[in-house]
């Protein structure tokens, strides 16, 4: 692992810097909150829910940052630039990743950017690339991944939702769960099986489908913190045609995979664990963040805070290994699990230490009253979902005893 940039590296990040600097606009600069819709929470401004929010100004926005970034490539950096990307190396991609992170900087159609695109440049044929592609690169069309089910999480190989072949269409029966973006969503990728007597990882077949198709439904699904990411999928007697099949019948378990293997350095979640460090120490150093914190009342306090910036520069270095691994040429495995197991795990000990900072303080919801907005609560209350979400920490500890350690399965 080399640290420092390469004379050309630094020059591609003194690039990415100077655009977001004169390109971004003023609604997303480190990351603006907006009033959330109960008149009472902050929440970060999203280029999703701005892009057909029906406001001219948030709109605006969205289609400028989606064009400043598309006049570069770099909606979709890593993708080939035949078929529309910027086709940066590995070590490009992180600083670019890394950049964005530092300002805030939303992403575009994350979904459809970085796992849907790809896996169609990999297997979709020339018919499904023509036509989604340049919408994913647009900004037009977001998509959404269908993938888990109410009894199929880590073991998602069990799924039941059925595709039966209809002629030239599939008819869909099932649900969904955990579906995030749905609701903001255009399109959706999912996982069917379509051959019930095939062992769970084959008889599995990859669907692409329009939202609004008849007789797909989206309910809501609020978190702990009030916040509408995650949604419920139903689908009843949804006919899908053929042709939106991605690769072979029965062997979308491995067409689906492919999208697994895409951007697994983590890097965003590093620099927003040391962001919100370095503001949390900024605000209690002075004036009312200090009257508010227990600082001087908890002297164990300020270990726990040395605690969280060490874990930070491991969190990079995790993040930083993988990416010079795949610089030259290799694939992670369990160092892709290593990273996302600590990530998601300091993400919580973060929160954790922010509330304890602030002791009673910390039981204040209200963003306008609460000591930074009360972001540590909120953040503490979201992460729940984070070992869970992307892969359970137990089945990361799994992978990496096994596969990284050598150990037997028990």
């Known amino acids: ?112 950017v970085q796992m849907l695109g790809p896996m169609l440049i990999v297997h979709g044929t020339e018919e499904q690339k023509k036509q989604h592609l340049s919408g994913i690169l647009s900004g037009d069309v977001v998509w959404a991944q269908g993938y888990s089910e109410p009894g ?20 869909v029966n099932g649900q969904k769960i955990w579906t995030s973006g749905a609701h903001q969503a255009d399109w959706l990728f999912m996982l069917a099986r379509t051959d019930p007597d095939a062992p769970k990882h084959r008889g599995i077949s990859f669907l692409l489908l329009e939202r609004d198709t008849p007789g797909v439904s989206v309910q809501p699904l609020i978190n702990m913190g009030w916040e509408h990411g995650f949604n419920e999928t139903f689908f009843e007697d949804v006919h899908i045609p053929a042709a939106n099949r991605v690769g072979e019948e029965n062997r979308g378990w491995y067409v689906g995979m492919t999208l697994l293997d895409f951007e697994r350095s983590n890097i965003t979640g590093a620099v927003s664990v040391r962001r919100n460090l370095d503001a949390l120490r900024d605000y209690i150093s002075t004036g009312e963040g200090a009257e508010m914190s227990r600082i001087e009342s908890m002297p164990v306090l300020r270990g726990s805070l040395a605690d969280r910036f060490t874990e930070t520069e491991v969190m990079f270095n995790f993040s930083f290994r993988i990416i010079s691994m795949q610089d030259r040429g290799l694939i992670p495995n369990y160092e892709a699990s290593t990273s996302k197991l600590f990530a998601s795990e300091l993400g919580q000990r973060m929160a954790n230490t922010g509330m304890k900072v602030f002791g009673m303080h910390s039981n204040i919801w209200d963003r306008d009253r609460a000591p930074m907005g009360g972001q540590f609560t909120h953040n ?30 028990g």
């Open 380 to 409: 503490y209350v979201s992460s729940v979902a984070s070992t869970i979400a992307a892969g359970t920490s137990e089945v990361q500890r799994n992978i990496i005893a096994t596969r990284g350690l050598g150990l037997p399965r």
């Open 152 to 171: 199929s999480g880590s073991d998602l190989a069990s799924l039941q939702t059925r595709a039966v072949r209809d002629g030239d269409e599939y008819v």
């Open 1 to 112: 692992m080399d640290w420092n940039d390469t004379p050309e590296q630094a020059e591609f990040r003194s690039e990415v810097r100077e655009l977001i600097e004169t390109k971004l606009p003023d609604r997303y600069l480190g990351g603006n909150s907006r009033l959330s819709t109960d008149g009472n929470r902050r929440v970060a401004a999203s280029w999703d829910e701005d892009r057909n929010s029906g406001d001219p100004e948030r709109e605006g926005a969205a289609k400028a940052w989606v064009t400043a970034l598309a006049d570069r490539g770099w909606v979709a950096p890593h993708w080939p630039e035949e078929y529309g990307g910027a086709g940066l190396s590995p070590m490009e991609q992180f600083i670019y990743r890394m950049e964005m992170a530092e300002a805030e900087a939303p992403g575009i159609s994350q979904s459809g």
